[in-house]
Every structure is written in C-alpha cells, then in structure tokens.
C-alpha cells in the first residue's frame, strides 16, 4: 500500500503551512518523487479549542474533528498528523473511532525529551493545553515533572499566541525573554513550545537548544511513519 500522509490543519492556517514545511524539510529526497504524499485538510472553521474544553462544550468540536480525520481517512491516507497542541485532548478517542494511526505529538515530545536524558521541562502552552494537563501526563509517563508557567508568564504566553501570532505578527521579543527568564528560575533543564503558533514565533526568531518544538517532533515523526528516510544534514 502506499503511503500517505493525512495533515488535519487549519487551526491556525499559518501553522499548518509551517508544519508542512517542517516535513519536506526533514525528508530525505532529491526529487519531487522522493517526497510524501501528503492531503492537507485546513479546516479553518474549527472551534477554538481551549475556548471548547475550558467551556466544557467540546461536543460540535469533537464532531468537527471526527469528520476530518475520518475523510482523511477515506483518501486513503495510511497516517494521519494533526499540529494542533491542544486537539490533541481528543486524540485517544479519535483514535478508537479512526482506523488509521494518529501520530500523537505530545506523547512523542515527551518521549523525545525523555530520550535525551531532560527531567524538568517547562510548557509552553494555551490555557487549554495547560489545564488539561495534556503534556504534565505524558512527561510524566516517562519520568518527567513538566512545569507550567507562572499566571503572570502564562498571560504573556497567551498574549504572543493570540495577541500577535495570530494575528499575523510576528511576536514580541521582549515578552519571550521574560517567559524565557521565569522558565529558567523555575528549574527547568528544558522548555517545550508546546502551540503551533509559538512554533511559528521560532521560525521568525531564533531560539537555543533549550526549546524543542512540538510540532518538529511530529513532523519527523510524521516522516518515518510513512516509511520515509529521513535527512541528516
């Protein structure tokens, strides 16, 4: 069978572009047919998912998610990935409705971090992200204490997710380094940019090797799932 790549997007589109960009960029391929094939769903009129799960109405969400990765499914794709940080509250059950893996970004992220020895990382994530204990699950499955932020550092976290990236700027730098600062007194040996929109905040701005990107992590993952070979250098 041949394998192909489901992408369920849109939330935002700018981040669905920047992930798919991650996957060609971390393909080994020297031509054209060398690469994925891949379908992008950006389904841009999803909910906003932590207005959803802080309300507590996830039902028409759910649904909406469903759906996607159900056709996505249909076209024929053999995986499915969804660079979205916090839908991935859902993804466990779209995964026992769903024939077709769903690559899980957070359980990798945390498996990653885990692989390189990291004890402490910090999140850096939506409210929704944060409150769901998404990523303090899975850090902690393997042995990690995640960290979130303070509500002072987590009001500017949301702020440069939708205050700026959202709306098509390209995030403050002063504002980072304060979340930066109070990461690192936390104790954090680590952080991880746990929303896409922070993931296209680091394509404007360069971060260290203290940050590990999400969803890179799921774009790699996305690679050698599909049975691709992935590029080194």
Same mark, same amino acid.
């Given at each position: 069978? #041949?394998?192909? $790549?489901?992408? $369920?997007?849109?939330?935002?589109?700018?981040?669905?572009?920047?992930?798919?960009?991650?996957?060609?960029? /971390?393909?080994?391929?020297?031509?054209? %047919?060398?690469?994925?094939?891949?379908?992008?769903?950006?389904?841009?009129?999803?909910?906003? &998912?932590?207005?959803?799960?802080? @309300?507590?109405?996830?039902?028409?969400?759910?649904?909406?998610?469903?759906?996607?990765? /159900?056709?996505? #499914?249909?076209?024929?794709?053999?995986?499915?990935?969804?660079?979205?940080?916090?839908?991935?509250?859902?993804?466990?059950?779209?995964?026992?409705?769903?024939?077709?893996?769903? $690559?899980?970004?957070?359980?990798?992220?945390?498996?990653?971090?885990? &692989?390189?020895? *990291? *004890? &402490?990382?910090?999140?850096?994530?939506?409210?929704?992200?944060?409150?769901?204990? $998404?990523?303090?699950? #899975?850090?902690?499955?393997?042995?990690?204490?995640?960290?979130?932020?303070?509500?002072?550092?987590? &009001?500017?976290?949301?702020?440069?997710?939708?205050? #700026?990236? *959202? %709306?098509?700027?390209?995030? @403050?730098?002063? *504002?980072?380094?304060?979340?930066?600062?109070?990461?690192? /007194?936390?104790?954090?040996?680590?952080?991880?940019?746990?929303?896409?929109?922070? @993931?296209?905040?680091?394509?404007?701005?360069?971060?260290?090797?203290?940050?590990?990107?999400?969803?890179?992590?799921?774009?790699?993952?996305?690679?050698?799932?599909?049975?691709?070979?992935?590029?080194?250098?």
């Amino acid at each position: 069978m #041949e394998q192909k $790549l489901g992408v $369920l997007g849109g939330m935002g589109p700018q981040a669905t572009q920047v992930f798919y960009q991650f996957v060609l960029d /971390r393909t080994d391929a020297a031509r054209d %047919q060398d690469h994925i094939p891949a379908l992008i769903l950006s389904d841009t009129g999803i909910p906003d &998912r932590t207005q959803a799960i802080l @309300s507590g109405e996830t039902g028409e969400l759910y649904q909406r998610l469903l759906k996607d990765a /159900r056709l996505l #499914e249909n076209c024929g794709c053999t995986a499915i990935a969804i660079p979205c940080n916090t839908s991935h509250y859902f993804v466990d059950k779209l995964q026992e409705d769903v024939g077709v893996p769903i $690559l899980h970004m957070i359980r990798e992220t945390a498996q990653e971090l885990a &692989r390189q020895g *990291k *004890k &402490r990382p910090g999140i850096l994530a939506t409210d929704g992200t944060i409150r769901t204990g $998404l990523y303090q699950k #899975e850090c902690a499955a393997v042995g990690m204490e995640a960290v979130a932020p303070d509500a002072l550092t987590q &009001r500017l976290v949301m702020s440069i997710i939708y205050d #700026e990236i *959202k %709306q098509g700027e390209q995030g @403050s730098r002063e *504002k980072f380094a304060h979340i930066d600062r109070a990461i690192r /007194r936390a104790g954090c040996d680590c952080a991880i940019l746990a929303c896409t929109e922070l @993931s296209v905040f680091s394509t404007y701005h360069s971060l260290p090797p203290f940050y590990l990107d999400a969803m890179a992590v799921l774009a790699q993952r996305a690679v050698t799932a599909c049975g691709y070979p992935l590029r080194t250098i």
